[in-house]
């Protein structure tokens, strides 16, 4: 009799027990399933922010770069300017000797009798090269603030032109009485030796005798005048760059 009450109790709570079991479970399952959701969610924002994180350090890594490297080119270009200008500075020094050395063979070029060709072409010497010593003086003039050094090159500046004009006056006078002699020559050759011809071939002989003992006696005072620039200016490199410079003897 209890037997057949229990089981019919059971036979009316089946149905109940089955579908309270099946929703546990269900339920159980969904928790589950939120609880891998979160987690993957969790998972995505840190991978996220991990990779925020990565590319924040490039940037930043690129930006240290960046700046590094025109740290680096600034270095690099103020060290070819200050090379550069050293270069300008002792190249001014040259230029100022080359005169001197054009000065030589302009005088030694006087006692040739057929050189009016080689007259002009070191007239178009002198001036190369006191165009170029002019160019980088004021190249000098616009990058560098020294007054004393500037000054010193406008004394040599001076210096140089008075030097190198006079030379260039005395080349430009010598060969053309050294043309004209040759031309006399020639003429008084195709005119059974012209004595006027010859007489005026002579002048023009003694005219080149002339300016040549012209330049021996006046070109020493500009020579000693360029030389104390010169020796001015040498002691300032002198102080720029602790060594001894000296001109060529």
Not at 110 to 131: A, F, G, M, P, V
Not at 156 to 183: P, R, V
Request: net charge negative; hydrophobic share 35%; glycine share 2%.
């Amino acid at each position: 009799m209890y037997i057949e009450i229990i089981l019919l109790i059971i036979a009316i709570c089946y149905p109940f027990i089955f579908k309270y079991i099946e929703q546990y479970f269900s339920q159980k399952g969904k928790n589950a399933a939120q609880k891998e959701d979160v987690l993957d969610i969790q998972y995505e924002s840190k991978k996220g922010e991990n990779i925020a994180t990565k590319e924040d350090i490039k940037e930043i890594t690129s930006q240290i770069e960046t700046v590094k490297n025109e740290i680096s080119f600034e270095k690099q270009r103020r060290h070819e300017f200050i090379n550069q200008r050293t270069e300008r500075l002792m190249k001014i020094l040259y230029l100022t000797e080359k005169l001197n050395e054009q000065q030589g063979v302009l005088l030694y070029t006087l006692y040739d009798k057929h050189s009016s060709k080689r007259l002009l072409s070191l007239i178009e010497q002198i001036n190369d090269t006191l165009l170029s010593f002019l160019h980088e003086c004021r190249i000098i003039y616009v990058t560098v603030e020294d007054k004393d050094l500037t000054s010193r090159i406008t004394n040599l500046i001076k210096d140089a032109q008075t030097y190198a004009g006079y030379m260039c006056y005395i080349a430009s006078n010598a060969a053309s009485h050294l043309t004209n002699w040759e031309d006399f020559l020639v003429l008084a050759e195709k005119n059974d030796n012209a004595t006027q011809l010859l007489n005026e071939a002579i002048k023009s002989q003694n005219s080149v005798e002339q300016i040549r003992k012209e330049f021996e006696n006046n070109i020493s005072d500009k020579k000693e005048a360029l030389y104390e620039s010169q020796i001015k200016y040498l002691s300032k490199l002198n102080l720029l760059f602790g060594s001894e410079f000296h001109l060529k003897e």
